[in-house]
Nanobody
Framework: QVQVVESGGGLVQAGESLRLSCATS????????MGWFRQPPGKEREFVAA????????YYGDSVKGRFTISRDNAKNALYLQMNSLEPEDTAVYYC??????????????????WGQGTQVTVSS
């Protein structure tokens, strides 16, 4: 059974940076297409970023383009989300998600097979 675990959330001030990490177990990490989603308080879950299994292609939601960077280290079974220039609007629970195989529907949460429990990111103004 595949398990997904996020880490690295916390409380930061506007303009600061934070890096989230995600690890999987019970599967072949290098075969997973990976994504990050977030759910702000009182709102629906939204797409943040995604990366293909080899790390050669990345995709971003409009609200984070130019500020967030998704990356992966298959040798370490690790996925990262570097978040710079954080804004109060980035406050949310951040989720890591995984699926086997590539997809063009990477921004849809229903495209992913496995999910983590989420990690809270709070940005104060």
């Amino acid at each position: 059974q595949v398990q997904v675990v996020e880490s690295g959330g916390g409380l930061v001030q506007a303009g600061e940076s934070l890096r989230l990490s995600c690890a999987t177990s019970g599967g072949t990490f290098s075969s997973f297409f990976m994504g990050w989603f977030r759910q702000p308080p009182g709102k629906e879950r939204e797409f943040v970023a995604a990366i293909n299994s080899g790390g050669s292609s990345t995709y971003y939601g409009d609200s984070v383009k130019g500020r967030f960077t998704i990356s992966r280290d298959n040798a370490k079974n690790a996925l990262y989300l570097q978040m710079n220039s954080l804004e109060p609007e980035d406050t949310a629970v951040y989720y890591c998600a995984a699926r086997y195989g590539n997809t063009i529907r990477f921004s849809e949460s229903s495209s992913y097979h496995y999910w983590g429990q989420g990690t809270q990111v709070t940005v104060s103004s």
